[in-house]
């Protein structure tokens, strides 16, 4: 593990969850990206807190990954 660079966190509306399996699909999709820490996926409120090394990824890579497992990020 090397350093942890700058934490940004932000939150993702995603479209086409509908059960918590979509819900566990959606997370680790996000969690497989390189760069990203942590993942809260809210299948209530469609969306998907996510804390990431700044320079190491982004949220276009983030919503790569989610479209890559099947849903469709805002
Ligand atoms: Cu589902």
Redo the contacts with the bound molecule.
């Keep these: 593990m090397g350093e942890v660079g700058f934490l940004a966190e932000e939150t993702l509306k995603i479209e086409g ?3 918590d ?2 819900v566990i699909r959606v997370g680790r999709a996000i969690a497989s990206v390189k760069g990203v820490i942590e993942v809260d996926v809210n299948l209530k409120r469609k969306e998907a807190v996510v804390n990431f090394e700044e320079s190491r990824t982004d949220m276009e890579k983030i919503k790569a990954a989610v479209r890559e497992a099947g849903y469709k990020p805002l």
């Design positions: 969850m509908a059960c399996h979509c």
